[in-house]
């Protein structure tokens, strides 16, 4: 089974910079999404980008473009979610996810088959 543990959340003031790590256990395959979401009180999960190991490419939803930055650490199967200029909107608990194949709509909650437990981050203004 596949593990994953994020971890880097903290409060920060607006403007700021905060780094999360995803860190993962388990058998990996080549063909799978790797994804951050965040989900707010009565809010749905959001998806905010992913890496496509099938394709080799990585994604970002238009709220966090240009400002979050998504990497992998191959050797030790380690995601970070770089967080620069945050926003009082972008507070949230974040999740990394993996799904079990990349034949999938990566950018769906639903296609994900793996969790972490999530990090809270808080952005204040």
């Known amino acids: 089974q596949v593990q994953l543990v994020e971890s880097g959340g903290g409060s920060v003031q607006a403007g700021g910079s905060l780094r999360l790590t995803c860190a993962t256990s388990g058998y990996m395959s080549d063909s799978y999404c790797m994804g951050w979401f965040r989900q707010t009180p009565g809010k749905e999960r959001e998806w905010i980008g992913n890496i496509n190991f099938r394709i080799k490419g990585t994604y970002y939803a238009d709220s966090v473009k240009g400002r979050f930055t998504i990497s992998q650490d191959n050797a030790k199967n380690t995601m970070y979610l770089q967080m620069n200029s945050l926003k009082p909107e972008d507070t949230a608990m974040y999740y990394c996810?993996?799904?079990?194949?990349?034949?999938?709509?990566?950018?769906?909650?639903?296609?994900?088959?793996?969790w972490g437990q999530g990090t809270q981050v808080t952005v204040s203004s």
């Open positions: 996810a993996r799904t079990r194949s990349a034949f999938v709509g990566c950018t769906d909650h639903q296609n994900y088959a793996y």
